[in-house]
């Protein structure tokens, strides 16, 4: 009955949605294209079906992978095996539903019925427009998470399977009005940011609604209640963020339809958290009494008023915004940038005004605000933590937003000097600060087990990555070394670099793999967390020299060069105030020859004062074995090699 009613209230609140805020028009207009009633109302409702199908898979397989009780050693409990096993037929209607989406949506494009469409049309449509690879995409991802739902039997296999149906929602958000948006940064991030959330927050609450045992589902909804909050909170901030990228102005919040249908959403968003924080402060304690009916009952209000939002999502992707996603007159440079092009450079405008990446925004937040929390958690233990290592994390941290999120970034798109400081610093400064914070140390300090230890925590995944074998692999120094420098050929030896710079995701790809292949190579040289091979000083000192040559010959390289790099897209984009292309690579390629020389003399130093004080404890460990030896009046190996050195000198005087 609760899965009924929330059908039948989301088409209901689909349909009225649609109607009032613009969606759907009334009648169709002389002279203009009509795709017909059957385009115009079967797109929305088989994208609410889309949508539908893509929560209860996340949810489903989240909740089987991280909430619900493991079987015996890496299995599945019997619930979440279930519970795997029917995420695969919501998958699989995923997949049709990502499907029927392309011909629907070139009707609607080319405004004719659907059933005038062409085969070699959807085709075209799947290959060539933004919207038609998005729908392909999903459907080729969803239809691996259907199969993987089949053949999973361990907890690690449900966790992989899980990550991907997450991905699997992602390409819708790189398509309408969040790319057409003016802020693509912001836009983009923000709305993937949303979905993800909305689906963990809603696929959840129809997952726990499908627990039979009392007991199974009271381990449940103690996890979900964590995950729920954290999902609320990023559902709120990144909505707030896309709706003004979209409404332009606060004034239409209550001057647009749109606006009004915005106001709704966010009633609807504080309805569900009034909803949630009873779930915390009365249903889970009747839960752990064995009371399951308060929960279920409060939990499919919920869910009915989810149903209610989840119609205004659709609604209000299909309703025209008070910024125009296509705008008539358009710069060519904002829409390559999604931003205006900058004014010159000056020591102001490295700061201000900032160009705002929901990502690197929440990245820098909440990873400054995860570890200062595990700081004052050992800190209310009455354990010490190094002042040091939190300065340098923060310090990282404040690097990383300013060099992503300030100024200086919207420069980092149209010079290739700017670029290559950006890379420079989020490559080597900024990871040799990260490494020296001790992230995962702090992490397996502060982190509290789970309450139930059937259940995963997140203290028992990090273990697990730290003992897999594909970090194994990746710490090894020449492996670590190959990653870190490899990259850097690919991307200005190729046209790689022009490639990534034309897409949001992945321009912002490149930057993430900039932090990790900086941190993962300073992290094998220098690292304090555990997990890293025993690798002998000498070793990594010749792995560091080899890192600053190769830095070196880089930099040389792209000095001598006249050839531009990613020519295309740097003569769209160059800024009339600056130079010559090739001037400005090369001022970029000096940066990358010099720019590297203090990070790597002081890593060089680190290195060896570690090399030395491992001299010392070696030769402590062997005076403390000779003093042993002595004493007990046994030979310890260091008497035994001087012994052996003594026989060979008198072998030698003999001959």
Known sequence: MVALGAVVLLATVLVVALRWGGGIAGRAIVGLPDPGPVTTWGLPLVRAGLDVAGVLTVGWCVTAAFLLPGGDGQLLGPAAYRMLRRAAWWAAGWVLAALAMLPLTLADLLGVPVTEVTFAGVRSLAWSVAQGRSALVQACVALAVAVACRLVLTRTGAAVVALLACVALVPPALTGHSAGAGNHQLAVTSLAAHILAAALWVGGLAALLTLRRDATLAVAARGYSRLALGCWVAVAVSGAASAAVRLGSFAELWQSRYGWLVLGKAAALLA?????????RRT???????????????AAGELLVFAATLGLAVALSRTPTPVPANPVDTDPVTDLLGFAAPAPLSAARVFWPPLLDAFFIAVVALGAAAYVAGVWRLYRGGHRWPVARTAAWLGGMLL?????VGGFARYAYVLFSAHMAQHMVLAMVVPILL?????????LRALRPPADPSVRGTRDWLLLVLHSRVLRVLSHPAVALAVYVVSLYALYFSDLLG???????????????????????????????PGRRAVAPPILVLVHFAGMAFHAFLGVALMQSRTVIAADWYTAVHPSWAGDLLADQHVGAGLAWGFGELPAVAILLLLVVRWIRADEREQRRLDRAADRAEATGEEDDLARYNAFLRRAAEATERR
């Open 272 to 280: 569900v958290g009034a909803l949630g924080a009873a779930h915390r």
């Open 400 to 404: 990383l937003g300013a060099f992503t």
């Open 499 to 529: 490639t990534l710079m034309r897409y949001h995701l992945g321009h912002l790809g490149m930057l993430v793999h900039f932090v990790l292949a900086g941190y993962l190579f300073f992290w094998v040289l220098i690292g304090a967390d």
């Open 284 to 298: 889970l304690p009747a839960l752990h009494e064995r009371r399951p009916g308060a929960f279920r009952r409060l």
């Open 435 to 443: 490494v020296c914070g001790a992230p995962v140390t702090l992490a």
